[in-house]
T-cell receptor
Framework: GDSVTQTEGPVTLSEGTSLTVNCSYE??????LFWYVQYPGEGPQLLFKVPKANEKGSSRGFEATYNKEATSFHLQKASVQESDSAVYYCALSDRGTGYQNFYFGKGTSLTVIP | AQTIHQWPVAEIKAVGSPLSLGCTIKGKSSPNLYWYWQATGGTLQQLFY??????VESVVQLNLSASRPKDDQFILSTEKLLLSHSGFYLC????????????FGPGTRLTVL
């Protein structure tokens, strides 16, 4: 079945440093890939989605490229801020399940120190 | 703009008692609706989805059931709560099938004692 594996947390960074959260996935059919962010006590918010291979998604300074050959979708940000402290989830849906089933990674907790 | 409301905000219930959680979407007709469960510090596990009124598909069996009595309403329930039902329940909606993103509600925190 489908699965998503992402960087184990927690991750602690100083403000101004760069972030990479690795995400690898397994699926048999045409996935659409997503990154979500969740703040404490809230529902997840969509950062961005990328439906096509070799395309890049970006939002709020975060970006990720859908690498079909490597089955990866790593999240990156050049310079993190304290407000980026949250849990980040990689997710996918695929045509095999009619895009109705969403599979989330285990989440990566990020703490940014001022 | 679409808004998603969940109720109650939080519940504390006894093992063996019944449960009903609700979700309402405003500003979008005929959305696809979803229920998720999240253990404390855990990932999101999809439980149910619904494409239309009266039709609900189960993704994971956790001794829970779901219903969609109205186009804009999604209900999650059980007759007997277990300790393992504790967690954060999230409702989400999407525009339809085909790789659309899902938008999540604020969630309901459930504690089973």
């Amino acid at each position: 079945g489908d699965s998503v594996t992402q960087t184990e947390g927690p991750v602690t960074l100083s403000e101004g440093t760069s972030l990479t959260v690795n995400c690898s996935y397994e699926t048999k059919q045409y996935p659409t890939l997503f990154w979500y962010v969740q703040y404490p006590g809230e529902g997840p918010q969509l950062l961005f989605k990328v439906p096509k291979a070799n395309e890049k998604g970006s939002s709020r300074g975060f970006e990720a490229t859908y690498n079909k050959e490597a089955t990866s979708f790593h999240l990156q940000k050049a310079s993190v801020q304290e407000s980026d402290s949250a849990v980040y989830y990689c997710a996918l849906s695929d045509r095999g399940t009619g895009y109705q089933n969403f599979y989330f990674g285990k989440g990566t907790s990020l703490t940014v120190i001022p | 703009a679409q808004t998603i409301h969940q109720w109650p905000v939080a519940e504390i219930k006894a093992v063996g008692s019944p449960l009903s959680l609700g979700c309402t979407i405003k500003g979008k007709s005929s959305p696809n609706l979803y229920w998720y469960w999240q253990a404390t510090g855990g990932t999101l596990q999809q439980l149910f989805y619904s494409i239309t009124v009266g039709q609900v598909e189960s993704v994971v069996q956790l001794n829970l059931s779901a219903s969609r009595p109205k186009d804009d309403q999604f209900i999650l329930s059980t007759e007997k709560l277990l300790l393992s039902h504790s967690g954060f329940y999230l409702c989400a909606w999407s525009l339809g099938t085909g790789g659309y993103e899902q938008y999540f509600g604020p969630g309901t925190r459930l504690t089973v004692l």
